[in-house]
T-cell receptor, first 115, second 114 residues
């Protein structure tokens, strides 16, 4: 059974810092890995999707890497801002004919960026 | 495009009452999903539908039923609500692109069962 772990559970940093969020998964047979952002009381917003054949993806100040063989992904946020404060979730769909894209989620990292 | 829409946004039920959560997507996706999110438990899959006309159980299906009404709509029914079903419910959809599934989520339904 796939298990996804995110470290740290919570992170508080001053504005302007570069930071790294970690995600690990136990079964490397995945189609892709998806990073989401969730603001308090809101839904999930997709940030980045990395296909299993890719090593990294970038969107603005966000960079996500994937090392499928070791079961790890990192989300790098450059020059953090208070508006980045949210919960960040990673999730993977297992590969295979019966997967149909069902996601297994990590517990999330709660990020607080203070001015 | 509205993406994935869910109704209602909020609901309070008494124990034993029934209700249906509605979900619709306008992206022509084949696959749709229902998840619940609970503090300390993260998001867990309740049911999914790989394609129109098919449904299957996820990790936590007990106490729920689903209907894939057509390609656009996937509803979740609580026949006899229990306090343990107090949660935030998210509907999602995705399509296999040949190499990946990118999942899109609705805004959620916040359900309280008293």
């Amino acid at each position: 059974k796939q298990e996804v772990t995110q470290i740290p559970a919570a992170l508080s940093v001053p504005e302007g810092e570069n930071l790294v969020l970690n995600c690990s998964f136990t079964d490397s047979a995945i189609y892709n890995l998806q990073w989401f952002r969730q603001d308090p009381g809101k839904g999930l917003t997709s940030l980045l999707l990395i296909q299993s054949s890719q090593r990294e993806q970038t969107s603005g100040r966000l960079n996500a890497s994937l090392d499928k063989s070791s079961g790890r992904s990192t989300l790098y946020i450059a020059a953090s801002q208070p508006g980045d404060s949210a919960t960040y979730l990673c999730a993977v769909p297992n590969a295979g004919g019966t997967s149909y894209g069902k996601l297994t989620f990590g517990q999330g990292t709660i990020l607080t960026v203070h001015p | 495009n509205a993406g994935v829409t869910q109704t209602p946004k909020f609901q309070v039920l008494k124990t034993g009452q029934s209700m249906t959560l509605q979900c619709a997507q306008d992206m022509n996706h084949n696959s749709m999903y229902w998840y619940r999110q609970d503090p300390g438990m993260g998001l867990r899959l309740i049911y999914y539908s790989a394609s129109e006309g098919t449904t299957d159980k996820g990790e936590v299906p007990n106490g729920y039923n689903v209907s894939r009404l057509n390609k656009r709509e996937f509803s979740l029914r609580l026949e006899s609500a229990a306090p343990s079903q107090t949660s935030v419910y998210f509907c999602a959809s995705s399509e296999y692109t040949g190499s990946s599934y990118e999942q899109y989520f609705g805004p959620g339904t916040r359900l309280t069962v008293t």
